[in-house]
């Protein structure tokens, strides 16, 4: 069978029989990797350790008619253990990973590198928690192509400020498309937004925590609309709860 090497980080794992697991990778180069780990499960496995959620493995594999055998798996990135050891970071890359595995089955280097260095972030504790989640939300979302509009209206091209956000069309708009009680945004959460889009952390790491949070529910609500259905590990992430301004 043919044999083939990538970088991949690990998304989520499932038990196979008494030793095997069945695991759950997103690859810089093939994209979606489903492979089972023989005998992973047991203490004399040579690396079971590598194959846990939020590791980056440089590995060997052979295909399968189904899924495809791991041969080796040596880590290039182990941010597992410091990323467990933190609830607000465990939370926040659970959502990451399962986006990842939404959003991406093709290969796309884009998303690859944006999953490893948010969570390589998250493990140094670069940023809160809160903040590099929301940042990767709305970068993966814009490789996959939906970048949201947070200055022009995202309907009429009208240029901006706008306070009206509407995810269903795509960002914000002006007053005259805006439907009745959609949520207003201040000036500040607007301006968080954007810089989280472009990776401004001087002004993400400066925002208060109410703007944070409006932001925060923000990008959940546009997240969790381009994906059709909700993101079960959101609901768990450790952050204050979102506030909308009506």
Request: proline share 5%; aromatic share 6%.
């Given at each position: 069978?043919?044999?083939?090497?990538?970088?991949a980080v690990?998304?989520?794992?499932?038990s196979?029989?008494?030793?095997?697991?069945?695991v759950?990778m997103l690859?810089?180069r093939?994209?979606?990797?489903?492979a089972?780990?023989?005998?992973?499960r047991?203490?004399?496995?040579r690396?079971?350790?590598?194959?846990?959620p939020?590791?980056?493995?440089d590995?060997?594999?052979?295909?399968?008619?189904s899924?495809d055998v791991?041969?080796?798996?040596?880590?290039l990135g182990?941010y597992?253990?410091?990323?467990?050891?933190?609830?607000?970071a465990?939370?926040?890359?659970?959502?990451?990973?399962e986006?990842?595995?939404?959003?991406?089955d093709?290969?796309?280097?884009?998303?690859?590198?944006?999953?490893v260095?948010?969570?390589?972030s998250l493990?140094?504790?670069?940023?809160?928690?809160?903040?590099?989640?929301?940042?990767?939300?709305?970068?993966?979302l814009s490789i996959?192509g939906?970048?949201?509009?947070?200055?022009?209206?995202?309907?009429?091209?009208?240029?901006?400020?706008?306070?009206?956000f509407?995810?269903?069309?795509?960002?914000?708009?002006?007053?005259?498309?805006?439907?009745?009680?959609?949520?207003?945004?201040?000036?500040e959460?607007?301006?968080?937004?954007g810089?989280?889009l472009?990776?401004?952390?001087a002004?993400?790491?400066?925002?208060?925590a109410?703007?944070?949070a409006q932001a925060?529910?923000v990008?959940?609500?546009?997240?969790?609309?381009?994906?059709?259905?909700?993101?079960r590990?959101l609901p768990?992430?450790?952050?204050?709860t979102?506030?909308?301004v009506?």
């Amino acid at each position: 069978m043919p044999t083939y090497r990538d970088e991949a980080v690990v998304l989520r794992t499932h038990s196979l029989g008494e030793a095997d697991r069945i695991v759950t990778m997103l690859g810089r180069r093939r994209g979606k990797i489903r492979a089972v780990a023989k005998g992973v499960r047991r203490t004399t496995s040579r690396f079971g350790a590598r194959l846990e959620p939020f590791m980056v493995v440089d590995l060997q594999c052979y295909e399968g008619r189904s899924l495809d055998v791991i041969q080796q798996a040596e880590s290039l990135g182990s941010y597992g253990a410091p990323i467990a050891a933190d609830y607000a970071a465990f939370t926040a890359a659970n959502v990451i990973v399962e986006t990842a595995d939404r959003l991406t089955d093709e290969a796309s280097p884009q998303q690859y590198l944006l999953l490893v260095g948010a969570l390589r972030s998250l493990a140094r504790g670069e940023h809160g928690s809160s903040l590099t989640l929301d940042s990767y939300l709305l970068r993966a979302l814009s490789i996959a192509g939906w970048a949201p509009s947070f200055g022009d209206c995202a309907v009429t091209g009208e240029p901006g400020p706008h306070t009206a956000f509407v995810a269903q069309l795509g960002g914000m708009v002006a007053d005259a498309v805006a439907p009745p009680g959609a949520p207003r945004l201040t000036p500040e959460t607007i301006g968080l937004l954007g810089a989280l889009l472009t990776g401004n952390w001087a002004t993400a790491d400066a925002a208060a925590a109410s703007t944070r949070a409006q932001a925060s529910g923000v990008i959940a609500a546009y997240t969790q609309w381009h994906l059709e259905r909700g993101l079960r590990s959101l609901p768990h992430v450790d952050r204050a709860t979102p506030e909308i301004v009506a």
